[in-house]
């Protein structure tokens, strides 16, 4: 462990048990006279007056709570939306572009405190210390970075509250946290318990924010939601901002049962881990999006579009938000998506967003062309030509092939 | 028109009117003595007795019926599921595959039979006659091709009828028919009809293997699939061939009203069209396969096979599939997939095939490494150095800004 | 033949003898009582006002002559050279982007005059007829397209001269032609003659713009270029505009014999071709902002960059240059060059363009960095953690691998 | 450090400086009782009887001097060129796909001789360290893993002898060693002493292996290299095993001043850095081969080879060469190089070389296509058709538009 001694410094503060006793050890061991507690509202809908409180009681000397949301939407979810990126077939990225946001205004708070250091309370084997720290290596690569869960003896939960018991951090949850949850406007992650095991179903009880199968509505529902730019703006027919509209789509899918994800994936930092996601209304924006390019969007810019939102998902899941690459890649979507403007209708049914219309002022289908009838802007013939181009190779190399069997077994 | 001439003329058959008429039309047109009937059964389910019958009756000279169903699955259908290959985000490409087989026997039957020409009955707009004739010119480039429907003045259902008539083809189906249709034992594709505005959702008499969520079942069912090498092998514990277990697949997932899609794609030919498809026992294999990849690829595999399963599936599509540029992927997914061997548990509900278990022989998920308790073969503070190397690039980036605004601003 | 006929066509006139006669074919074929000939200016190094006289001698109602050669580099060739695209590992794209810009100002004419059709004069099997179509479609889908070279009966060089002769049209040359060429600014291309047979050596009569290794000084000679954001502007320390800047450096590196190419390409109509090139001042330009990115890109930016570039090229090749997809890969590479500014020194000397130094305000190299000497910004012992990182798939697939072998060979 | 102790490690050594000192020092500081010295012949042509001689005479209880010059070239050299793979646009990877082999007869040498270590002499700011430890981790991730340089407190040349003179190890070079260097029979790299400035151009004296443009004869020389499915066999029409091919090319290329790099480099650990190439032979192999792939390899294929050459290139660059992804490149690679046969010509010129011709059995170049003159393969009308198709999503857009435009400025 480091002998160095800090004056000031902040901590990415949640209220939870793992980051309050950081507080005291922090003091202990770093000699730290202050500490800033930075807590960020993403959407987790926590009592933020409580967590302050909880800060003051624990030992912080400051606490700065920042309302993030609307700004995380905007400037991350969005963006990340826009670009199609899913990583791993099927994760969402909720709490790979929630640590951007959160470690930036912790750099931010810490340059206007005065801090000589940063502390986070992720472990050491996941993705969340990546993304912490490589967003302060983008805004503040000069302070020094604590990672207590890479440092000290404390090895279980059971440590953590004897910790927590001996140096008076107040301790709420008695009861035994299964899952380790991360949650915010876009999702939920669960992590831990029965899922360690990816032989086995993922519980019933992990999941909070959907209905079950069983649970959710006999009856359909259908909602349109409007997009100008790629982004979406309205729910049937009216204008909503981003936080409202996100909430009122989770509340939509989550009682339809929509946005449940049980996922083995592959870890930055090398090992492959499983979790278990709910994105209830980021399910229905991206299903929605992806329908509204299909009309926008020409063949060859989604098809290019596809392979890079491939690379867009990994570089977020990284943590590598904070990069010229993010940056040339979002002007690249954001030429892209220009026209993406439209409605897509969706049916919410028994776990499904279902697509069930698409309509938009720059659709470039074209009932006409596609129809079996003949018209005036494609001739039939043109294909003969088409083929016979696209097909001169594949008709070269078989012709050069039955010359050189020719001569072989002629004369 | 071409004033070509043509003794012998293998056409694809399938029995239907639009490739009835074209018998009479050929011999008309092109003064063809002979037309040879090639029909491909690659599980679509037809009276084959019934189909030679009419084709003999049309005024085929000579008809030949190929069982092609295994060597489709086993030849075309596993390896672009071991390639992961899905066009347009969703289409499992059912048609796309189907085409080369058939060519490909008909082809070969043209060349037994002593042809000249080849024919087919896919119209001028589609994607179909371009599959058919690249397979046409990798094997047998020096056949000629015709395709009536790019050449002919029938320019609708009723003209066909009305041709049909005057030249003594029987007509079965005398209700008109609304969808334009094509069958395999992988998949049943739907166009036309409601289906040209893609604003409108598609109609419930559009499905055919697939059961309504209304109609799915309240119960679960779960089911276990085996896989060796990425290719399926097994149902529940017991070793099937591959037409059985699809066609099993197909009755269960069908059942549960799993596997339907709506699509709006993008044709090789250049136009956006609108499709659904139906794809009940594939959409639980590419599901099944996903998941039991999860556990045996590792991470830098697993994202190239994704990047590369987006240009396969393009290919197949555009029809393609006698290329080198298919075997060279071929030989990379076969490389790659050779671990891939184990189970996976699906629980089928409403329309959904929910990852329920995986396990494999050679999963690289170690619970140990994923676990939050330590373990000796992760040291948490080597992660500490992973970022700090990750983020050199970053932190350099930021340094050298800061020194630069330094020196501006300085003396 | 079509059997249309149009009033007034507008026609990308050269001067040569291949689209002079087009001017009375038009006239005859289509019953044209108007012609207006379209010159473009894009530094082919013509007699402009001897040309404007062949075009009226010859039959042309009106004759336009546009100086594009500004807008050329700025527009065209300045984004292909920011987003480093090279075809086929050589080929630096001259005519490529040429085409384009010809067609534009070809359709722009056309719509300012009241023409209802355009011609160009090139042939059915190259590249240059996609580029001028594909461009026609993007700016006027509704003006009719004539291409004489795919519909007349004129097949050699001696059928355009008879014909000429027969057409009261001027031939200024009357020795053989032996190469097809093409030049402009950027570029000057050879196809034909020799160079038809892939296993010969292109001769030396072919080059016109670079002497030979022979004939290039001993001596080697000094030259910086500057870049701002990715573009050419300076020379030598001395602000430059484009036309200027690329002036000089053909004639720089045309003395030292820099930029011939001989390349068997793979053309977009589908078959083979074979064609030497020379691009004096371009090969210059993308070797020094070669070696200026390696300085002023990250790692992940650059490497994306290099795969965008093969996508960037194929694309220019294509004639594509009027779609989303180019627009949207500018944004990209726009955003990724905002700080390739610097400067690059080269060595020339017999047909190399060295690199000698470079340097940039933007420079990510840290040399402290990269000596061997230590330093507080990198601590070696953090490779140790990054190798450990990296490596855990590796190891994890190898010790359950090793437990496997064990547990089979065990008790 | 680390307080481990060890029974006998296998060192990774070379008889510099750099790899003797460790030998006293792992004994100092491991406690180790027997030093097994692994001596990699992989081309240097270092005297190996000397080497081991210093081995002995420094401390190391045993020596092993493996010959791997071939199985380095056939199992390493040659299927990174057959993929084409080259770093940063120039880097021939020499150094990288090195360490690969020799760690992985380290690993051999030390299960054979009851090793408990792995030890090597890689600084901690390279990427030698990365493709030494990755590889122990792919075949023994039982066996620790010590780097002294990572660990030790000598920091510098002058440290370096000053433990040398203080621990009996023999040193034979007093003059300043300027450069770092690596060698073995694909090339030599150069690092450090003045090419540590970017800015500034390598010296002349620098260079080891190729003659300097002023020194390059004036007159060409003519060779022909012959490969078989991408590898190569022959030179001037006489088969040659790899070693004396190679030998052969180094020789001709060297005199004719070829095959100099001069490169700012990302290293895989997170910086940039400069170093100095010369690849002489390989140089010639690489230009052969691409070449020959121009006949052999279709369009579709050869770009996609080009996308993966650059993946393939990172992957060797960063050390990881014993993984799945590695396999399953080379079996893409196998499969499309299958019919890449054939001879090139190459002049060798004032370091140029230069393609005199190119020959192939399986060419797919077809001289009748590419000819302006007429033929029965390729209908110009054609080309009608394949445009019309491929411009079909342009015309649609601008038709598209141009509605929108007329219905909002209508009535």
Known sequence: M???QFKKIALAYSGGLDTSIIIPWLKEHYGAAAIVAVVADVGQGDDFGQVRAKALRT???EVVVADLVEEFLTGYVWPTLKAG???DHKYLLGTSFARPIIAKKQVEVALATGCDALAHGCTGKGNDQVRFELTYKAFAPQLAVIAPWREWDIRSREDAIAYAQAHQVPIEQTVKKIYSRDQNIWHISHEGGALEDPALEAPEDVWMLTRSLADAPDQPE???I?????VPVSLDGAAMGPVALLTRLNELA??????????VENRFVGMKSRGAYETPGGT???TALRELEALTLDRDTAFMKQHLALDYARLVYNGLWFTPQREALDAFVNQAQQQTTGEVKLRLHKGHALVAGRRSPYSLFSSE???FTMNEQYEQRDAAGFINCIGLPIATRTRLHQQRATQRHGG
Chains 1, 2, 3, 4 share one sequence.
Do not use: N
């Open 2 to 4: 480091s002998s160095a």
């Open 59 to 61: 030992g912080a000397t």
């Open 85 to 87: 990126a899913v990583y």
């Open 222 to 224: 259908y909602i349109t």
């Open 226 to 230: 409007g997009f100008a730019a790629g």
């Open 254 to 263: 989550g009682r339809h049962g929509i946005g449940r994800i049980d996922l």
């Open 284 to 286: 229905l924006l991206l």
């Open 369 to 371: 062309l596609a129809s």
